[in-house]
């Protein structure tokens, strides 16, 4: 019988160390000068990630997942003489981070150099996105990187 029960308590133990279908998967994001790396570069709509987002370089950085094609207007201006309608809406739609699903944005006061921040997101629509850092100059240095959300 005690060898029953300590089996039993063995087998509870390793399904709590096991695979927990509910566990978010982790995803190690670095950004450096000038880039964003990410071990995974295709993810799943309905699967929960954990993006731990470190900053092992030695400047500020941030981190914003966008929509391809929803990216911040950088180098816009020199094109652009003046703003138009579909501009100044797309602008409004970015200050409402919490209605947009498929956007996440860490700003760069919490990515200061050595900072480690941790946020969980599961994608909603699936289609092809963008890691970006904004911060002027970092972007078109090289802190961008494509992902695909597949169904
Ligand atoms: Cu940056």
Do not use: W
Not at 8 to 27: F, K
Not at 29 to 55: H, M, Q, W
Request: glycine letters at 10%; proline letters at 7%.
């Amino acid at each position: 019988m005690y060898r029953m029960a300590a089996i039993l308590v063995l087998a509870l133990l390793a399904s709590a160390c096991g695979n927990r279908p509910t566990a978010a998967q982790v995803v190690p994001v670095e950004l450096t000068e000038f880039a964003i790396d990410s071990p995974i570069s295709t993810f799943k709509v309905g699967t929960p990630y954990r993006f731990v987002i470190s900053n092992p370089g030695a400047i500020n950085h941030e981190f914003v997942l966008v929509a391809e094609g929803q990216e911040h207007n950088m180098g816009s201006e020199g094109e652009h003489g003046h703003a138009d309608p579909a501009e100044s809406g797309h602008g409004h739609a970015e200050e409402q981070d919490h209605d947009m699903g498929n956007m996440l944005h860490v700003g760069e006061s919490q990515l200061t150099p050595g900072a480690t921040v941790t946020i969980e997101h599961t994608f909603t629509e699936p289609g092809e996105y963008e890691f970006g850092c904004y911060l002027p100059g970092h972007y078109a240095a090289g802190m961008h990187t494509k992902i695909s959300v597949v169904p």
